[in-house]
């Protein structure tokens, strides 16, 4: 009837974001069921004398379900987004009340728990896996959602408060605080078992992966790798946590929390997540 089709747009498409966005690398985040849709494409951009089709590449996802049932936009069979969304905060909403009534901001804080806990449940996944998405889990402050891995950076920092408080106080009212002074002055070559505990120095290990786990997110264009890392990290802080004592357990301590801390709210920015600092 005189219009495009999809392989025709796919191709005028590539060719304006290559020449004039001038993009070096074009990834088609579409669903795994198009991936012989996109070999032809490339495939033509080629045939084409287009060199910079080597540089276009389908990253295929699996499917989404809601209560096991597949969505359809032809046949109306969709849930909106924002629906979704509004749901979800509306619920953290709810816990957040519940939990922390006093809580400042807080419809700030379940607006950045009610949508970080919609993309964790999804990018957790590996993207090739179908998933079937359930809100109540996904909102769920235990096991492997965002907001475990949110509240776990908001406990720590709540920790940081209370352990730069004492010192704040313990250097006012000392005139020779030789101790804190020293454990800031040594390297961390120096550090012995009893300083960490054996629960912090697993964590330091999990923490010490982290440059890695990016690497290897980056090469295999799988978010599903940070979001384990984060995972994995909000976990063993929680059971050095348990074991060890924090606050007044030495500047080694509070560090390595530091580290925790700041490593949690990077691996979420990265997901696209907030870190809020009090939950």
Request: proline letters at 2%; a negative charge.
């Amino acid at each position: 009837d005189g219009t495009t089709i999809y392989p025709t747009r796919d191709l005028a498409t590539a060719i304006y974001r290559h020449e004039v966005m001038k993009a070096d690398r074009l990834l088609y985040v579409v669903g795994g069921e198009q991936k012989l849709h996109f070999q032809q494409v490339f495939a033509v951009l080629k045939h084409a004398g287009e060199a910079w089709a080597e540089q276009c590449e389908h990253v295929p996802f699996g499917l989404m379900r809601f209560a096991g049932k597949k969505m359809s936009t032809r046949r109306g069979k969709v849930v909106k987004l924002e629906e979704v969304l509004d749901e979800a905060i509306a619920r953290a909403q709810a816990i957040i009340t519940q939990k922390n009534p006093d809580l400042q901001e807080q419809q700030a804080v379940a607006e950045d728990v009610g949508i970080g806990a919609i993309i964790f449940g999804d990018l957790k996944n590996n993207r090739l896996n179908e998933v079937d998405f359930s809100l109540v889990e996904a909102l769920t402050f235990e096991g492997e959602t965002g907001p475990y891995v949110q509240y776990t950076h908001a406990r720590i920092r709540s920790l940081l408060e209370k352990a730069h408080a004492r010192v704040d106080v313990d250097n006012t009212n000392s005139s020779d605080n030789a101790l804190v002074q020293d454990s800031h002055s040594r390297d961390l070559n120096d550090v012995s078992d009893g300083m960490l505990g054996d629960a912090g120095w697993a964590l330091l290990k999990q923490l010490g992966r982290y440059h890695g786990q990016l690497i290897r997110a980056a090469r295999q264009l799988e978010p599903s790798v940070i979001a384990r890392f984060a995972l994995d990290t909000a976990q063993a802080f929680n059971r050095f946590y348990a074991k060890e004592r924090i606050v007044d357990g030495g500047q080694w301590r509070i560090r390595l929390a530091e580290q925790t801390a700041d490593i949690l709210a990077c691996a979420l920015q990265l997901l696209g997540l907030k870190a809020p600092n009090r939950m």
